[in-house]
DNA sequence: TGGATATTGTGAAATGAGGAACATTATGAT
DNA sequence: ATCATAATGTTCCTCATTTCACAATATCCA
């Protein structure tokens, strides 16, 4: 199995590139042009879709539907990925608008909170109490979940979705949860982290320069 | 000058980890608390500060108050960082709202919309037509912005903070910005792809554990 | 005070990802 | 049909980062 995040990542960028292409009526595809689109060299494209099994034909390049249909598949978004966001608050809501998951084949299923004047049931995707959310995902098979509630109570959101049956956590807390890695796949978005680190960059090629 | 991204946001969270350490009465850390605290190996702590210059005492570990200072120092902490936003929707005013920035010496002076309905001159932090970003990041000689707009427009948002003497963006648009590198530093943050990747790792590991 | 020991700081080794190179082969032209 | 050529697929190499290992030394305790 491949554990290279930043190859998976690349896979999605590919596919996002090949969507572009096909929607400009292009057929057919070379390493360059996908190396090109997404910045990085074409031995990198070729040997990533190696390691995935994907071929092309030599001097022919990648078949552009065929190779978008295959990245979806090692992508797992040949059905649709249900998703739970626990914590609907800033980040929670901001999600829960967005408009692109949807044409990516995400959709978010519900909401939960423990705040009972976020609950609304009636809404397209219904805010849920907490307690619900253990039922609701084994009932609706949900694999996939987001934790955007504040940093403490993030712990007790995960084991929550740990004996949901929940099997991939995207969390934006800013803190290292704690869980069987074998049992579940955790993705961290520190946004704090990010922008901080602009900052260092920024101050460090000042100083860099200034020298 | 340290280029390497991951060792900068080692630091950041050092720093976190011990700000709880310190909340907690702590005076000393050694390598191995902070590596459990952000989960890598104690000479990935030592290393990473000998890279940085900073020493600690043989059998005596590091003294916290003087690490946080340190650290605080490195990652331009040591002075309040002003940031921009353009794009006031979902997640410009996710980020707007936020309030975990102020105690990390992250101030949002100011948001940009193109929307004559996000304007709003009165609030704590202004929403501003999108024509007066030059000229109030320069007169607040603003270095950091965030681009939080639709993807068409992002481009063009990058452009505009370039001529407006911004050294620094977190991108949240789902496309590569083109810029020259050593004007600028761009840090993208895409949810879409952090999501996908979660899918992609929970399906593999199923896979892998029918196989 | 002195010896035992825990912890740092760093040079060396291992790992792993990315890039270069090239042999292989499908395609298209003559 | 044959040849020239363009693009893949894979091997090998390089480089950066992580991990190991240990000598140096500050601290603690007897
Ligand atoms: N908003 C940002 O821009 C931003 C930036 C950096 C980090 N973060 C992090 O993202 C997370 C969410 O931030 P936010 O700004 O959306 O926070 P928020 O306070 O706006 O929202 C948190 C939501 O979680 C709910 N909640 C609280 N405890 C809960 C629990 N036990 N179970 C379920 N829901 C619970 C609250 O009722 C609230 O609706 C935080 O951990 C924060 O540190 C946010
Ligand atoms: N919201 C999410 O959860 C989410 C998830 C993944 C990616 N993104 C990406 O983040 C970005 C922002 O997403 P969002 O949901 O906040 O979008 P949004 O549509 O809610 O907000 C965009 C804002 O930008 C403003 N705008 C449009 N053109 C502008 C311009 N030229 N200059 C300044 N402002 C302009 C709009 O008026 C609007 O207020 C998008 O690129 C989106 O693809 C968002």
Do not use: H, W
């Amino acid at each position: 199995m491949i554990t290279n995040k930043n190859c998976v990542i690349r896979l999605s960028r590919y596919k996002n590139a090949l969507y572009r292409l096909q929607s400009l009526g292009f057929v057919r595809v070379f390493s360059d042009n996908l190396a090109d689109a997404i910045g990085v060299l074409p031995s990198q494209v070729r040997k990533d879709f190696s390691l995935f099994g994907i071929t092309g034909n030599k001097r022919g390049g990648y078949n552009i539907d065929s190779l978008i249909e295959k990245l979806n598949t090692i992508l797992g978004k040949d059905q649709l990925q249900k998703v739970v966001i626990v914590g609907t608050g800033n980040i929670g809501s901001a999600l829960m608008k967005y408009k692109g998951f949807e044409k990516e084949g995400i959709s978010i299923a519900a909401c939960f909170d423990i705040d009972p004047a976020k609950i609304n049931r009636q809404a397209k995707i219904p805010v849920l109490p907490l307690e619900e959310l253990k039922d609701f995902a084994r009932a609706n098979q949900i694999k996939i979940g987001v934790i955007a509630t504040p940093d403490v109570a993030a712990q007790s959101a995960l084991e929550m979705m740990l004996s949901a049956g929940i099997k991939g956590v995207l969390n934006f807390a800013p803190l290292r949860l704690r869980a069987p890695a074998e049992e579940i796949v955790i993705n961290n978005v520190n946004l704090e982290l990010e922008l901080e680190n602009v900052i260092y960059f920024v101050n460090a090629l000042d100083k860099t320069r200034a020298a």
